[in-house]
């Protein structure tokens, strides 16, 4: 066989297709093998890699010892060969909802795999004698490209490697929706297929780029993401989920030095559970691990996403309310205290004291260092009569 011969070169790029999918592999490597967006992505350059390989078994391109595996006419070949590059444009696009989101339902999962795939079968059936499956073959292609597209847009700002899949979905999209006008407005005469259908050397060459820019842009963006669970187990206490004290402090820093600067109020609260001690001796250690979960998820469910929820040690916890006086968060303090009186997952009530303070209780001179000793000062005051909250003057 001749190089430019199309069946050569998809030999050629069936192994490249193969490659990529070892490399996707070797991220398995650390956390990566827990990673739902690896594995969409691995099935679909398997699919990938099948869509390859089919257009090899029609009858007439393979040597006579290997003829049974003439298995698909051209009109089938056609047809399933663009219902795999679906099924494979598909999944990538579930791993691009996977790297925004941990979960993906059902429906979501069958509608983005497979849907694009059985509409498109299912249309060719009716239109393979006429040319126009054509425009129905790229229409199709420019769809399921687009809505990758717009899945991926909102990833930019979280993983670089997302450009790459940005411009090439834009370049796809672009060619496969001017082919498709193209052909509504100058129909293509009917599809012949009495001869192999094999791609062009267009399509191939395009196909071989394509994969080659969109498995290195999400290997970044796996790596970036990788790197950013790694990131968040330094800094995250991982039995509350709550920031961990070594992975705050410079953030409460930078929060408190952003406060007094631009002069608007902070306050911060630190918690003791009342009785932990005793819930331990009681109900055992995991009873006291559920009661810091039930704590810590309440606190979670309440707070504003701007504030800043620590476990400080123990069963104590911080929490800072930028843009919030002293009277603001007593109230806050109030719900919380309502919120765990009112859970029924705990065999008793989840009580708490706190030492609370803002902006106006700093003096002149003083830090952040200044007002967590005072506020760890009030919430010793408060721990002396328990459920208390004792607010700094």
């Not at 390859?52 to 051209?74: H, I």
């Not at 030095?257 to 911060?268: D, E, F, G, K, S």
């Not at 008793?348 to 830090?367: K, Y």
């Not at 919430?379 to 607010?391: P, T």
């Amino acid at each position: 066989m001749l190089l430019n011969d199309p069946l050569t070169l998809l030999y050629l790029i069936t192994p490249f297709g193969l490659m990529t999918t070892l490399v996707l592999c070797l991220s398995y490597v650390g956390h990566g093998r827990h990673s739902p967006a690896l594995h969409a992505w691995i099935a679909g350059d398997l699919v990938l890699a099948a869509y390859r390989v089919v257009p090899m078994l029609q009858p007439g391109l393979l040597p006579d010892t290997l003829s049974w595996l003439g298995l698909f006419t051209p009109g089938q070949c056609f047809t399933l060969n663009i219902a795999l590059l679906l099924v494979a444009i598909g999944a990538h696009t579930l791993a691009m909802h996977y790297m925004g989101k941990p979960s993906v339902g059902n429906q979501r999962l069958l509608a983005t795999v497979l849907g694009p795939a059985m509409a498109f079968a299912l249309g060719a059936q009716a239109l393979l004698p006429s040319g126009w499956v054509l425009p129905w073959f790229t229409g199709w292609l420019a769809l399921s490209i687009a809505w990758q597209l717009r899945v991926t847009w909102p990833l930019r700002k979280r993983y670089r490697g997302a450009w790459g899949l940005i411009a090439g979905h834009v370049a796809l999209v672009l060619f496969h929706a001017g082919n498709t006008l193209a052909m509504l407005l100058e129909p293509p005469p009917a599809l012949l297929l009495d001869a192999p259908d094999l791609p062009s050397y267009t399509a191939l060459a395009m196909d071989f780029m394509v994969s080659f820019l969109f498995t290195l842009s999400f290997a970044l963006m796996l790596q970036e993401q990788l790197r950013h669970q790694i990131h968040q187990l330094s800094v995250t206490d991982s039995l509350t989920g709550a920031f961990n004290r070594r992975g705050a402090t410079a953030l409460l820093r930078q929060e408190w030095a952003q406060a007094l600067m631009q002069r608007y109020p902070a306050a911060m609260a630190m918690i003791d559970l009342d009785h932990f001690k005793r819930i331990n001796d009681q109900h055992g250690h995991a009873t006291g691990d559920a009661a810091l979960q039930v704590f810590a998820r309440t606190v979670q469910a309440l707070k504003r996403q701007s504030d800043v929820f620590v476990r400080w040690g123990g069963e104590e916890f911080l929490l800072v309310f930028p843009h919030t006086e002293a009277a603001q968060a007593q109230r806050f303090l109030e719900r919380l205290k309502a919120a765990l009186a009112a859970n029924q997952q705990l065999p008793f009530t989840l009580g708490f004291s706190a030492g609370l303070a803002d902006t106006r209780s700093l003096g002149a001179g003083d830090d952040f260092e200044s007002l967590l000793a005072q506020v760890d000062q009030a919430l010793y005051r408060a721990k002396q009569a328990r459920g208390q909250v004792e607010v700094v003057a």
